[in-house]
């Protein structure tokens, strides 16, 4: 069950479905199908997979972000630094079906709603910048922790200079979360984040 007992799901539609996010600790309460990071590594070598990796480097007055796109070589992969790079598999419901049963935490969102599955894995420092997207996002923590800044919609302007990656170009925090094992963080339409 993705929501608490307190909130029905009725409630969470009329509340904050595309309306405001909502951190939902433990919320993962059945086992469901993992990949390691290898195993993620490994999906990223494939041809028909779509994938990319967001390497940070960090400035003493600016964080910068690059992006390099896959397949990736398994040499390349066994190369990754040791921080700073995030690996991002789109469509991993579609390469694995077993991990559709990710969609049964929403029952409540009808199908069509639904786009993919996204699974990412970061080396400590990494991510992907902030940013915003123009759908619902229901971000589940596996292993380890990531912390999650919110920003304000109000203020939020996409970097021009940033093609690839839709970064904004200023981010105010507004919220910050730490997410660990089993941890929901649902973020709106709209809204900006950043994880690290």
């Known amino acids: 069950m993705l929501l608490p007992d307190t909130l029905a799901a009725k409630d969470f539609l009329a509340t904050y479905w595309q309306r405001r996010a909502l951190a939902l ?111 619902d996002v229901f971000l589940c923590q596996g292993v380890g922790v990531r912390e999650w800044r919110l920003g304000n919609h109000q203020t939020a302007a996409v970097d021009a200079s940033s093609t690839d990656l839709a970064l904004l170009h200023e981010f105010e925090t507004t919220e910050t979360y730490h997410c660990s094992d089993r941890d929901v963080l649902y973020v709106p339409p709209g809204i900006p984040h950043w994880g690290i």
């Not at 994938?51 to 397949?71: D, L």
């Open 25 to 135: 600790p433990a919320a993962i309460k059945t086992d469901l199908p993992s990949i390691t990071g290898d195993e993620l590594g490994w999906l990223a070598t494939q041809d028909d997979v779509e994938s990319r990796i967001v390497f940070t480097k960090k400035g003493k007055n600016k964080t910068r972000y690059r992006v390099e796109h896959g397949p990736f070589e398994s040499t390349f992969l066994k190369q990754l630094p040791g921080k700073d790079w995030t690996i991002l598999v789109q469509d991993v419901d579609k390469h694995l079906p077993d991990f559709r049963l990710w969609f049964d935490l929403v029952p409540f969102i009808p199908s069509w709603r639904i786009d993919d599955l996204m699974v990412s894995f970061a080396a400590p420092g990494g991510s992907v910048g902030p940013h915003q997207d123009n759908y």
